[in-house]
């Protein structure tokens, strides 16, 4: 068997479960984006190699207290959060 390569990519936009009024710095999150893109190269009949790549932003979004009676550290506080994740894989696999 000769070698190969193949490509992928994908782009999506998630809109986040958790409203204003519920999120807290326990459950920080907000629509986004996710861009990702792989390829997988097989040398051989028995050896091929993956690699994967994704991207999360999440839109700036506000923080508070839980204020749901529940334990906060430092006592009530508020504040800003920008969320950026970066993935990287890579897998190789023998097929005998």
């Known amino acids: 068997m000769a070698s190969w390569a193949s490509l ?3 782009v999506g936009y998630e809109v986040s479960p958790i409203d204003n009024r519920s999120r807290s710095y326990r459950l920080p ?10 390829a997988t190269y097989r ?3 028995h050896l091929s190699v993956d690699l994967g790549y994704s991207y999360i932003s999440v ?3 506000q923080l508070r207290s839980a204020g749901d009676g529940g334990p906060d550290a430092n006592g009530p506080f508020s504040g800003r959060a ?15």
């Open 43 to 45: 040398h051989n009949e």
């Open 8 to 10: 992928r990519a994908g």
């Open 82 to 96: 920008d969320i950026h994740v970066h993935y990287l894989s890579m897998a190789m696999s023998l097929h005998w």
């Open 29 to 38: 999150y907000n629509d986004g984006v996710r861009l990702s893109f792989g």
């Open 59 to 61: 839109e700036d979004m």
